[in-house]
């Protein structure tokens, strides 16, 4: 069938909005009309080339929509059903069966490789493959082909114009805070960096009960609305010392747990060093392949501090999407204020304003 899709063509160029072809889903997928998705930091470096997915491609990987097929094989999803999309996987390697799809042996090839597993590819124009299945979804389009697996069904009266980035951005922030870091009632966490991935995962440990919740960034602005939203202290890195400030905020001790989201090498160092003995802290930020940071394993063997590279928030989507959106109607988890929408078409301004972090989380509408 004829879709519309936005193109990424080039490192640093706009995408193009084009008609394309899709094909017939797989036995095992559906096809999703989307309404809407998310813009998020992972669909700017791999239009930038951080990662080789070959161009052209359709990029997009916070979707939301409404099945309109199912392949033959697809028995848990209906014509119909609403759903928001999440990262692909195997489902049968060790990782997948064991609870976290996210560390799929195959997760590369599933999410980055730019076509299906089988190399096939679900968009053509004029009969030349443009690299799809971006994280199992290329939701930069209007129509795509997803493996139900990927899918997570939510309530037929679910917001989906809301829903996209809580199967990435959303998602990596609260999920690495609620899945693998765990703070609970009355206690601390640093986190640096107010984008979304930040600010969910701040959402997500006022959730949990923490209560020394430490915001860590270089724009005033965006430190002035983490408070707002609930941040009980602010720290500008740009004029003190995050560390000694986390120091004294905790009268000494450090936090126990820390969140990295900037994937910046000397942030990952302070973060190390702003936790508590025994603290746990977690990257999450994306950073270029073979990029190091220093770690200062003299000193921190003795603090027995926990390091977690997170993927995702380490989350199962079936199982997590459900909570959050759980967490959000009861009013626990107001991750609908990050998010500013704009229409499809808008799209290349959607990605200058997440950019210039003038808009937290861009929204594109269908
Ligand atoms: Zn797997
Ligand atoms: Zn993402």
């Known amino acids: ?46 239009r930038d080339q951080w990662y080789p997915t070959p161009l052209p491609a359709v990029l997009g990987h916070e979707g939301s929509g409404i099945v309109e097929a199912v392949g033959s094989a697809v028995s848990d999803l209906k014509v119909g059903d609403k759903v928001v999309l999440g990262p692909a996987s195997c489902g049968v390697c060790e990782q997948c ?9 195959d997760f590369y090839a ?8 089988d190399g096939s590819v679900a968009f053509t124009q004029d009969g030349q493959a443009i690299s799809s299945n971006f994280f199992g979804q290329s939701s930069f389009a ?13 309530a037929d009266d ?9 199967g990435c951005g959303i998602m990596t922030g609260s999920g690495a805070v609620l899945n693998v870091l765990k703070p609970g009632p009355g206690e601390s966490i640093a986190i640096f960096g107010t984008g979304a991935v930040g600010l969910a995962g701040m959402l ?34 740009r004029e003190d010392d995050a560390v000694e400030r986390i120091r004294e905020i905790t009268g000494g001790r450090g936090v126990s747990y820390a969140l990295d989201t900037t994937g910046v090498p000397p942030v990952f160092s302070q973060m190390t060093k702003s936790l508590a003995l025994r603290g746990h802290g977690a990257l999450v930020g ?7 940071a220093p770690f200062d394993i003299g000193t921190l063997l003795v603090s027995g501090i926990t390091v977690s590279m997170v993927v995702e928030g380490d989350a199962v989507p079936r ?27 808008d799209i290349n301004t959607a990605f200058a304003d997440s950019e210039s972090g003038e808009t937290i989380k861009p929204v594109l509408l269908y």
């Open 1 to 46: 069938m004829k879709i519309t899709a936005a193109v990424a063509t080039a490192p640093e160029t706009d995408l193009d909005i084009r008609e394309l072809e899709l094909d017939e889903p797989r036995p095992d997928e559906a096809t999703v009309r989307l309404v809407a998705s998310g813009v998020c930091h992972t669909d700017a470096i791999v």
């Open 97 to 105: 069966i064991t609870g976290h799809p996210q560390y799929c042996v």
């Open 110 to 117: 599933y999410n980055f490789g730019g076509t299906r597993p």
């Open 142 to 154: 209007s129509y795509t082909n997803v493996r139900a697996r990927n899918a997570v069904k939510v």
């Open 158 to 166: 679910a917001p989906l114009e809301l829903l996209g980035p809580l």
């Open 204 to 237: 997500a440990a006022i959730a949990a009960g923490a209560t020394t919740i430490i915001m860590v960034d270089i724009v005033p602005s965006r430190l002035e609305f983490a408070k707002e939203l609930g941040a009980t202290h602010v720290v500008n890195s």
């Open 286 to 292: 994306a950073a270029k392949l073979g990029t190091e």
């Open 319 to 345: 199982e997590f999407i459900p909570k959050l959106i759980s967490l959000y109607e009861r009013g626990l988890f107001p991750f609908d204020k990050l998010v500013k929408t704009y229409g499809f078409s």
